[in-house]
C-alpha cells in the first residue's frame, strides 16, 4: 500500500520483501471499509470488491445458532463503498503486487534489511544481499516481529491473550449472507464469513494450547473436533473439511509501541507498531490507514521531522485504541464473568470511532 501510494506521487522507492515470491496463507480476510477507502486512494478498490464477498451486517448467535442480535455494519469508507467485505487473502496480495509491479517501484523480492545506520541526514540500509544504500527513510512493515523495529531498538509491549485461533477455508454453506458470530459454546467463540460467491472462511477461538498437545493428528480433524457443539451452518462446515482443507492454527496476541513508532530516520508501521487480536477484524485495515497517512503527509513537502511528528499525531491513539479494544473483546471471551462485559457495545463504539477521518 505505501508503495502504490508513494509512486502515485511520483517518489522513488526500492521495496525489500524477505520472501522469494508474494504468497499469503491461504485463507480469508475481512476488509473493513476503512480499509476499503485505503485502497480506494490507490486505485484497486473495485478490483479488490468484484473478487470478494461485500455484505452489510454482523450476527451475533448462540451456540446453538439461534439469533442473539444482528448489527449492521456501518459505512467506515463511506456510502459508495461497501461496509465490509470477506476477501481471500492471496487475491488481496495478487492484485496489490500486481500494482506495485506497474508502478515502476524497484521492487527485490528474497531481500531483507540486515543492518541501518544513520548517515548525513538519511539511513544507510544493508541489504541480504549484502549492498548497502543511503535512504531518505526506511519504513518497516514488516510484520508483528519487525526485525526493523528490533535493528533500531524500538520497544514493543506483547500482550498475549490467552487464546489461539483454527482457520480453515472452504466452501461457502448456502445461506451464508454475512459474517456470523457463535457465543457462549465448548471454546470461546466460532465464526465465519463469506469471501467470495462460492468460498468461505471460519474459524474457532479456542484455548491457547501447543499444537503438539493435541497428538500428532491431522489438522482437518482436530478443528472440525474443536468446532463440534455449535449449531447452525457448522454441523455442515464441519462435515466440508478434510485432508486437503487449509487449516492454520495459531496462538493471538497483542504488541503495541507506546511512544513513537520511529527512531531517527526509520519508522515501523502495520503490525510492526501495532498488532492486535482480529476480535474487531481490523489489523488490515490500521496498516492500510497508516500507508495513506505516510503518503499523503511526504506528498505534503513537510521536512522528515515534521512528517513523522504529524504522522504520530494521525496514527498513534487510533492505532492504540484498536489493539486495546480488541484486547478487551478477547479477554471478555476468556472470561465471561468479568463484570461489565458488552461486547457488541464496544465492537460499535470502536466502529464509530473509526467511521471518522484518519
Ligand atoms: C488470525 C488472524 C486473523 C486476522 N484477520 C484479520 C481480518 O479479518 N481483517 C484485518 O484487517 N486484519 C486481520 N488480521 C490482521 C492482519 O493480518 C494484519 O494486521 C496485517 O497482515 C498486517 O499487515 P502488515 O503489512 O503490517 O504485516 P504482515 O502482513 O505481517 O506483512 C509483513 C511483510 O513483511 C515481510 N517481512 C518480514 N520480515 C521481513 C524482513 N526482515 N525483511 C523484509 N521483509 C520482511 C513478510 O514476509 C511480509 O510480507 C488478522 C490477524 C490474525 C493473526
Redesign the pocket.
Known amino acids: 500500500?505505501l508503495t502504490l501510494a508513494l509512486r502515485q506521487r511520483g517518489l522513488d522507492v526500492v521495496l525489500?520483501?524477505?520472501?522469494t515470491e508474494?504468497?499469503?496463507i491461504g485463507h480469508?480476510?475481512?476488509?473493513?471499509g476503512n480499509?476499503l477507502r485505503a485502497l480506494r486512494e490507490v486505485g484497486v478498490a473495485d478490483e479488490v470488491v468484484a473478487a470478494g464477498a461485500p455484505f452489510d451486517r454482523l450476527r451475533m448467535r448462540t451456540a446453538d445458532g439461534g439469533l442473539i442480535q444482528e448489527i449492521i455494519s456501518p459505512p467506515l469508507g463511506g456510502d459508495d463503498l461497501p461496509p465490509t467485505m470477506?476477501s481471500m487473502?492471496f487475491l488481496l496480495q495478487q492484485v496489490l503486487s500486481r500494482h506495485v509491479h506497474a508502478s515502476g517501484a524497484d521492487v527485490r523480492l528474497g531481500?531483507?534489511?540486515e543492518a541501518l545506520t544513520e548517515e548525513g541526514g538519511g539511513v544507510r540500509a544493508t541489504l541480504?544481499n549484502g549492498s548497502a544504500e543511503l535512504f531518505d527513510l526506511v519504513v518497516?512493515?514488516?510484520?508483528?516481529?519487525?526485525?526493523?523495529r528490533s535493528l533500531v531498538g524500538l520497544e514493543a509491549r506483547r500482550r498475549p491473550v490467552g487464546m489461539a485461533?483454527w482457520?480453515m477455508e472452504g466452501p461457502r454453506q448456502s445461506g451464508m449472507d454475512c459474517a456470523e458470530l457463535y457465543y457462549g459454546g465448548p471454546r470461546y467463540k466460532a465464526g465465519y464469513?463469506p469471501i467470495s460467491p462460492d468460498r468461505m472462511y471460519a474459524?474457532v477461538l479456542d484455548e491457547d494450547r501447543r499444537l503438539e498437545s493435541y497428538g500428532d493428528r491431522p489438522l482437518h480433524e482436530l478443528m472440525a473436533e474443536r468446532a463440534a457443539g455449535y449449531g447452525g451452518l457448522w454441523p455442515a462446515i464441519r462435515a466440508s473439511m478434510g485432508p486437503d482443507t487449509t487449516i492454520?492454527y495459531?496462538s493471538?496476541d497483542a504488541t503495541l509501541i507506546d511512544g513513537p513508532w520511529y527512531r531517527s530516520r526509520v519508522l515501523v508501521?502495520?503490525?510492526?507498531?501495532h498488532?492486535?487480536?482480529?476480535m474487531l477484524?481490523?489489523?488490515?485495515?490500521?496498516?492500510?490507514e497508516?500507508a495513506i497517512v505516510l503518503a499523503e503527509l511526504i506528498g505534503e513537502g513537510y521536512d522528515a521531522d515534521k512528517v513523522l511528528a504529524l504522522f504520530m499525531e494521525r496514527r498513534q491513539r487510533r492505532a492504540a485504541m484498536v489493539v486495546d479494544n480488541s484486547v478487551q473483546l478477547a479477554r471478555w471471551e476468556v472470561d465471561p464473568a468479568i463484570p461489565g462485559a458488552d461486547p457488541a457495545g464496544l465492537m460499535r463504539s470502536s466502529m464509530a470511532t473509526l467511521a471518522g477521518p484518519y
Open positions: 500500500m525489500a520483501e524477505r520472501q508474494w504468497k499469503a480469508g480476510i475481512t476488509i473493513q480499509a470477506g487473502r531481500t531483507g534489511i541480504s518497516g512493515a514488516d510484520g508483528q516481529h519487525s526485525a526493523v485461533i482457520r464469513a474459524y492454520d495459531r493471538l508501521i502495520g503490525d510492526a507498531a498488532a492486535c487480536p482480529p477484524a481490523q489489523g488490515a485495515a490500521m496498516a492500510a497508516d
